[in-house]
């Protein structure tokens, strides 16, 4: 299969477009890929140092500020042109979006050229690009039911996030790396990759009240930490990244983390009970709905950042970990609800799609 994949901006969308790659590798070993991602983004770093063939564009999202928009405009209209020009060069099978603004020049030159194109959701509020990029898209899908309403119906199918499948089959890694204790509880504290400093900051104000629990805690700082911590009761961990968090995950009793989407394909694929702290920061408040579809079905509990302090942090905990039926119940309706096979689905769709011609 020759593939042409665009996602850009955020972890959130470039980790799910690799964990594609990865599978149609897995299935279809011949297989040859091009990236196209944002000229100034993380995905700059990322994708290159996997190997992957990489291409930039320069494309910025629409801002509140009328003269900004200019800048904008132009670039996008540059970025498209070079869009088909790449797309056309390229001559892929199948044109692939996940996410970003840089996938809208992309799947808008695939689409004008006569490319089968898809487009993968990862929120459970839709983005902006994958909204506008709609009509353009042979087929959309999606991670949880609750966005599929912000399709066409006959272009979508449910896939989850591809994120899980990979969690599934990564190695587990053993407390022991840590300094963790085999035979005791586990609370694995993380924001994501540069943290955040305001649930941080609480962290380290609950760290003292931790020395008396009989579980022990992994605080994963992010790499973005600056505070030096004293007087750590040996209960405490902690590290400013974890290189492989699915493989910790799969030792963990209680989670506490942001809600965002490949985050909980995570949780969800690994049926991590969690208490779940969404960034009030997000377009759209999307990360407290993506947790709301876990707490209604009893899968985790929700921890609004504006009730957090390190009282309501260790309450939270405390009242999950230390209840064996709770734990059980929200095992049982994470299972229920996660899509283990995502990769598996999104390669099968992928191949239908291009058989149907």
């Known amino acids: 299969m020759k593939v042409l994949i665009s996602a850009g901006g955020t972890g959130g969308h470039i980790y799910p477009a ?11 070993p011949d297989s040859t890929f091009l990236y196209i991602g944002t000229h100034n983004r993380m995905e700059n770093e990322i ?3 996997k190997g992957i063939p990489f291409k930039t564009l320069e494309v910025y999202g629409l801002s509140k500020k009328i003269f900004k928009n200019f800048k904008v405009l132009d670039c996008f209209r540059k970025s498209y042109k070079k869009a088909l020009s790449i797309v056309s060069e390229y001559d892929p099978d199948v044109v692939i979006g996940v996410g970003g603004y840089v996938t ?4 808008m030159a695939a689409h004008k050229l006569g490319y089968k194109t898809f487009l993968h959701e990862q929120n459970s509020i839709a983005g902006k690009a994958n909204k506008f990029l709609a009509k353009y898209a042979s087929l959309v899908g999606v991670s949880f039911a609750s966005s599929a309403k912000y399709f066409k119906k006959t272009k979508v199918v449910l896939t989850g ?3 899980a499948t990979n969690a599934i089959t990564t190695k587990s890694i053993p407390k022991s790396k840590y300094g963790l204790t085999k035979d005791k509880k586990l609370v694995l504290i993380v924001m994501g990759s540069l943290g955040a400093s305001t649930v941080n900051k609480v962290v380290v104000d609950a760290i003292p009240n931790f020395k008396n629990k009989d579980y022990e805690v992994l605080f994963v700082t992010g790499n973005g930490f600056k505070e030096k911590l004293k007087n750590i009761p040996s209960n405490v961990k902690v590290v400013p990244y974890v290189d492989n968090m699915a493989g910790i995950m799969k030792s963990v ?3 506490v983390s942001r809600a965002g989407a490949s985050t909980l394909s995570e949780i ?3 049926n991590v009970p969690s208490v779940l702290i969404p960034s009030p920061f997000v377009p759209n408040n999307h990360q407290y709905i993506n947790a709301l579809d876990l707490v209604d079905n ?11 302090n390190k009282d309501t942090l260790i309450n939270n905990i405390d009242a999950l970990i230390n209840d064996k039926a709770k734990i059980k119940e929200m095992k049982k309706n994470l299972d229920k609800m996660a899509i ?8 099968k769709e992928l191949k239908g799609m291009m058989e149907r011609g």
């Open 104 to 107: 809208v020049p992309v799947i």
């Open 18 to 28: 690799l964990a594609i790659i990865n599978k149609i590798k897995e299935m279809e």
């Open 253 to 255: 009793d209680v989670m």
């Open 340 to 347: 283990k096979d995502s990769s598996d689905i999104i390669y």
């Open 47 to 49: 994708v290159p140092n």
């Open 298 to 308: 009893n899968a985790a509990l929700m921890l609004e950042e504006k009730d957090l």
């Open 161 to 163: 996030n591809p994120c």
């Open 268 to 270: 969800l694929a690994l």
